[in-house]
């Protein structure tokens, strides 16, 4: 019996062998053995109760930090739909779906004049994505006004979560990988959304000028190391002290511009990636003595 008969029918859409290359940033990486787009949230629940739990079940957002190795992911990736991507405000509150877009998330903050959401405006992911490394830049991150979650787990139970529970740190979570969130509330406080907006476009700027955002990226490929051992620098200035900034690994290239973005020069495969990335790791421990760990998610097989 092959995978597809051996999922349960669904409201929304399931489809087998489906390149997942084009739905990720670095546009590299292997077909989903199925994907399965979920109508809503009682879609998506009777999915995970239903599925047998020998099936592997990945939840993707709109992979700006995933990097899909060349063999493909085996069992069922998700992506949520349109149903999932719903944005409102009430008072100080923002609720947004799992699906819903960082960006759309920190315009509709502004606009009903609600500030603290604005960093959302420098990062390409959904808020799904967001919740699950505490996504953040330019000194804020997501658990500075994240309040709850709702969330599905493998079996398809409905939990609904409090920031403390998520246990967030730099770019972390302590919450179960077989969560899929589905829906996010943020508080923020009350300003004039002309100010907002003013700060929006500031980082927006600020963005443009420093990061490649229009290459095909994975963003910071590693999280920052320990102070301590790095003498206090970030990731981007140990690979440049290590000699990384510009090194390529057939199509892959440590971006000219900021040295801790990988790059796809159009040729990669994710195995070039996942090459380059190891070789900065090993480059800048024997250089600098540092340990640097992925930010950038790996998933899938590598290619035989
Ligand atoms: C040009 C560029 C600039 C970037 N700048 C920043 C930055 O300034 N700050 C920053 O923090 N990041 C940055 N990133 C990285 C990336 O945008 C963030 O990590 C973002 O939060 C990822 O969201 P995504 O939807 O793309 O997640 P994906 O890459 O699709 O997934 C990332 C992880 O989240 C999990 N996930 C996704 N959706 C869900 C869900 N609904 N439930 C449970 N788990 C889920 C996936 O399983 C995976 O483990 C940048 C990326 C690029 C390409």
Redesign the pocket.
């Given at each position: 019996m092959g995978l597809i008969d051996r999922l349960p029918s669904v409201r929304g859409k399931i489809s087998a062998n489906v390149p997942l290359a084009p739905y990720t940033?670095l546009r590299v990486g292997g077909p989903a053995e199925a994907l399965f787009m979920p109508k809503d949230e009682a879609d998506l629940a009777h999915f995970l109760s239903s599925t047998p739990d020998d099936i592997p079940v990945?939840?993707?957002?709109?992979?700006?930090?995933?990097l899909v190795r060349d063999g493909g992911v085996k069992g069922v990736v998700i992506r949520?739909g349109p149903s999932f991507a719903k944005v409102e405000t009430n008072g100080l509150i923002v609720t947004a779906g799992?699906?819903a877009l960082?960006n759309k998330v920190a315009k509709e903050a502004a606009k009903a004049g609600i500030a603290g959401l604005e960093f959302y405006a420098?990062?390409?992911?959904?808020?799904?994505?967001?919740?699950?490394?505490?996504?953040?830049?330019y000194g804020a991150?997501t658990k500075d006004v994240l309040t709850e979650v709702v969330?599905l787990d493998r079996t398809g139970r409905r939990q609904v979560m409090s920031l403390e529970e998520l246990g967030y740190s730099y770019?972390h979570s302590n919450a179960p990988d077989d969560?899929?969130?589905?829906q996010a509330k943020f508080k923020g406080r009350a300003d004039n959304p002309e100010d907002i907006h003013a700060r929006m476009a500031a980082i927006t700027a600020k963005?443009e000028e420093s990061?490649?955002?229009r290459e095909k990226?994975?963003?910071?490929t590693f999280k920052n190391p320990d102070q301590i051992q790095s003498k206090g620098r970030g990731a981007w200035q140990v690979i440049d002290a290590a000699g990384g900034r510009g090194y390529k690994v057939g199509g892959a290239q440590m971006s000219e511009k900021h040295c801790n973005?990988m790059i796809n020069t159009d040729e990669a495969t994710a195995a070039d990636l996942e090459t380059l990335g190891e070789t900065m790791r090993n480059m800048v421990k024997e250089s600098q003595g540092v340990d640097l760990d992925w930010?950038v998610?790996r998933?899938g097989e590598v290619a035989t």
């Open positions: 940033w990945t939840i993707l957002g709109v992979a700006s930090n995933t949520l799992a699906a960082d420098g990062i390409p992911g959904t808020i799904g994505g967001a919740l699950r490394m505490n996504a953040g830049c991150e969330a770019r969560l899929i969130f589905v963005r990061q490649p955002i990226t994975g963003g910071s973005f930010e998610k998933i």
